[in-house]
């Protein structure tokens, strides 16, 4: 399975923490805010941009494994709604919804 690349912390972000982490405890208590707030921000980002990965690619697995298919409809003057179908079991969803994904989730909590 190939998946897309995942953003990473960049190298300029990473040498600083590597050269932060390698001073002693009081020049790591001592650095700079602003440079550690960027840091964490961007861990955080990057876990956040990971666990939806991660819940896309259960989602897509679940698909694969249940033989289903997305469904888009769109209305002439109604927004693009998303349903599941299972063409081997000749089995359709009943209920749209807003985006793929929720007709996914939807599904997958069904099941």
């Not at 602003?34 to 840091?39: T, Y």
């Not at 666990?51 to 989602?59: N, P």
């Not at 709604?81 to 009943?94: A, H, M, R």
């Amino acid at each position: 399975m190939t998946t897309a690349p995942v953003m990473t912390v960049t190298d300029e972000l990473l040498a600083e923490l590597i050269e932060i982490t390698s001073q002693d405890q009081d020049d790591i208590l001592h650095a700079k805010a602003g440079s550690m707030l960027a840091i964490y921000s961007e861990l955080r980002r990057l876990r956040a941009e990971n666990a939806e990965l991660k819940r896309d690619a259960a989602r897509l697995e679940w698909l694969i494994a249940d033989q289903a298919i997305i469904y888009e409809q769109n209305g002439s003057i109604s927004p693009v709604v998303y349903s599941i179908s299972w063409p081997t079991d000749c089995c359709v969803q009943k209920e749209w919804y807003k985006t793929a994904r929720e007709a996914i989730d939807s599904a997958m909590s069904a099941a």
